[in-house]
């Protein structure tokens, strides 16, 4: 799976971009979320949904790296072989 790629802008004074490579695959379904943050009409609601979507991201880095991944997978496999389950609280029963 790969992954976004996110860079600063700062080619026009005073006012930096983030630009935000992404999978081809995937530009759709962005798209579509970004008209939706834009019809919702109010700049400010905008970029504060943005900034904690970003935080998130960043915060959220480690959900990426291969060794993840792998424990991911494993607990994916886990639960379709019916070797895991929850008791409804968030815990491993």
Do not use: C
């Amino acid at each position: 799976m790969s992954r976004p790629i996110a860079a600063l802008d700062v080619t026009v004074p005073n006012h930096p971009r983030l630009v935000v490579e992404v999978p081809l695959e995937k530009q759709a379904a962005i798209q579509a979320a970004l008209d939706t943050l834009t019809k919702a009409g109010d700049g400010i609601l905008i970029q504060r949904i943005l900034s904690e979507a970003l935080l998130t991201a960043v915060e959220q880095t480690y959900f990426w790296i291969p060794e993840w991944q792998a424990k991911e997978r494993e607990a994916d496999e886990a639960i379709a072989r019916g070797l895991s389950h929850h008791d409804g609280g968030g815990r491993a029963a």
